[in-house]
């Protein structure tokens, strides 16, 4: 019986669905159905509901009241499922390195604590393998970098057992008793500190940056052969950085400067032609740190430890709704980094005292390192176009190594200016470094009002004086 009621109202149903069949064409004729349909965006919201024990999915399906409206709880991951699986070995590694290819298998460049380089592999279905590359002394595979190519074979660039740059790649052909390496140490003129990156390009060639022992960065490069160049000479650069090359071959490298204590985003275009952002600055930031670019939006975002404690997530907001700031920049003033320009700039300070702030901008290698600060006079109608410099005295001093709103130390109301030299010389011909302090209140400025050397005579030899230079504020009442 209940089978029979099943039916009928089977029947009724497609009896119905046949008579609005046939009555559907004719309903634009039977009203006045406007022609064109007005969608309304609802924007999508978000609250933060924190619970303790379980965990989220607990509430899914849930309603949950929040700031007196009803919210329903989606089944929705904020992140995908992780699972861990274990390398079954006896090897100890205290390093490594990973990689995904197209597919999204991971692959992964090991140090072995008591010296080696091993590659691991994890399939889908959650097989495993390791295999060592190259045994050797305790340095060789200490830093190491893992890349993939379009036909699935791996590409290694490591430090041998000297601390010189060593690289290895898959043979296209297996033999039976598994790959093949071609293995080699490509410079061994300098040593390598650490900060290895091994980026292929659309050809598939290697691209591998590293760092030496003096903190310059360097890229190596094959074609033909092998080239070698230093990248960005006179900026020390930390070895925990990031780096990603572009389709067009652009570079990207995020970095630390170690010695203006910068985040800088710089690219570097196939011309060599370097575009530098600083992302932020301080003592305490990194040394960990990351960037990425969406593929879709083309926005970045930017990852980096900002103390002991505190992990800071920057993003450009290319593309985003109106009312934020827009993300593309103007270019107001430009010069090399090589002459250092613009390791420091600011524009706090208001220096011919006409009420429009200035722009300062410092490039202590400007001139064989005499150095220099240039001075763009701000108005009603914006920043000068030319500068105003200041130089240094001679060559080596490094004028503008540091710059800073002094305040009003002559008590005219006016601000003043204060450059450091770290390569100024003392009254006996001692390398001790000097502060300059300029008043403000003029746009004519022929010389320093005050300078100071700190310490004199061979035991300040090399103390950098005015190395980094700040406002004393009101010391004395």
């Given at each position: 019986m209940?089978a029979e ?5 089977a029947?009724?149903l497609?009896m119905?669905l046949?008579l609005l069949?046939i ?6 004729f ?10 309304i965006?609802?924007p ?7 619970f ?7 509430l899914?399906?849930e309603?949950?009241?929040?700031n007196?409206s ?7 991951r ?6 861990a699986t274990?390398l079954?070995?006896?090897v100890?590694?205290?390093q490594?390195a990973?990689a ?5 298998r991971a692959?992964?460049c090991l140090?072995?604590?008591a010296?080696?380089?091993?590659v691991?592999?994890?399939?889908f279905?959650?097989?495993t ?14 830093h ?7 036909r699935e074979k791996l590409?290694?660039a490591?430090?041998?057992?000297n601390?010189n740059?060593r ?11 598994g ?5 080699r140490?490509?410079?061994?003129q300098?040593s390598?500190?650490g900060?290895?990156?091994l980026?292929?390009d659309?050809?598939g060639?290697h691209?591998i940056?590293w760092?030496?022992t ?10 033909t052969?092998?080239?070698?160049t230093?990248?960005?000479t ?12 572009e389709?067009?071959?652009?570079l ?9 204590n910068q ?16 992302i932020?600055s ?6 960990a740190?990351a ?10 975002q930017?990852?980096?430890?900002a103390g002991?404690?505190?992990i800071?997530?920057?993003?450009d ?9 827009h ?11 090589t ?9 706090t300070?208001?220096?011919?005292c006409?009420?429009f702030?200035d ?16 001075i ?5 109608s914006?920043?000068a176009?030319?500068?105003y410099?200041?130089t ?17 130390v ?5 601000e003043d ?8 010389k003392?009254h006996l011909?001692y ?6 302090v ?5 746009r ?8 100071d ?9 090399g ?7 700040s406002?004393?504020?009101d010391?004395?009442g």
């Amino acid at each position: 019986m209940g089978a029979e009621r099943s039916a009928c109202r089977a029947s009724y149903l497609a009896m119905v669905l046949f008579l609005l069949m046939i009555a559907a064409p004719l309903t634009p004729f039977a009203s006045n159905a406007p022609t064109v349909v007005e969608l309304i965006e609802i924007p999508a919201a978000s609250e933060t509901a924190p619970f303790s024990g379980g965990h989220g999915e607990q509430l899914a399906g849930e309603t949950l009241i929040l700031n007196a409206s009803d919210w329903l709880v989606e089944p929705t991951r904020g992140l995908d499922r992780w699972d861990a699986t274990v390398l079954n070995t006896t090897v100890n590694f205290d390093q490594i390195a990973l990689a995904r290819d197209d597919r999204g298998r991971a692959r992964g460049c090991l140090h072995e604590s008591a010296g080696g380089v091993w590659v691991a592999r994890l399939e889908f279905g959650g097989g495993t393998s390791v295999t060592q590359i190259e045994p050797g002394g305790q340095n060789l595979g200490k830093h190491c970098s893992i890349a993939i190519d379009e036909r699935e074979k791996l590409h290694l660039a490591y430090t041998d057992a000297n601390d010189n740059l060593r690289v290895g790649y898959e043979l296209a052909e297996e033999t039976s008793s598994g790959r093949t390496w071609n293995i080699r140490t490509v410079e061994d003129q300098h040593s390598v500190a650490g900060g290895i990156s091994l980026l292929l390009d659309s050809d598939g060639n290697h691209n591998i940056l590293w760092v030496d022992t003096t903190a310059q960065l360097w890229l190596s490069t094959f074609t033909t052969w092998w080239t070698h160049t230093p990248l960005m000479t006179g900026i020390r650069v930390a070895t925990e950085y990031d780096a990603y090359l572009e389709s067009n071959g652009d570079l990207n490298l995020f970095y630390r400067n170690l010695d203006s204590n910068q985040l800088i985003h710089a690219v570097r275009n196939s011309t060599g032609d370097w575009e530098i952002t600083t992302i932020d600055s301080g003592p305490t930031l990194g040394p960990a740190l990351a960037f990425a670019k969406d593929p879709a939006s083309g926005n970045i975002q930017y990852t980096y430890a900002a103390g002991p404690s505190t992990i800071n997530i920057v993003r450009d907001l290319k593309g985003q709704e109106g009312g934020r700031l827009h993300p593309g920049s103007t270019t107001i003033a430009s010069g090399s980094s090589t002459t250092n320009y613009a390791e420091q700039a600011f524009n706090t300070l208001d220096f011919d005292c006409d009420g429009f702030d200035d722009l300062i901008v410092s490039e202590a290698g400007a001139n064989s390192s005499t150095g220099a600060v240039h001075i763009y006079w701000g108005s009603s109608s914006g920043l000068a176009v030319t500068p105003y410099n200041l130089t240094g005295f001679a060559a080596g001093e490094r004028f503008g190594s540091s710059v800073a709103n002094a305040g009003d130390v002559d008590g005219d109301g006016c601000e003043d200016l204060i450059v450091g030299t770290t390569g100024g010389k003392d009254h006996l011909g001692y390398t001790t470094g000097i502060a300059y302090v300029y008043h403000g209140g003029t746009r004519n400025v022929l010389s320093p009002n005050w300078s100071d050397t700190g310490a004199t005579g061979a035991s300040a030899n090399g103390d950098e004086f005015g190395g980094r230079v700040s406002s004393a504020g009101d010391v004395n009442g």
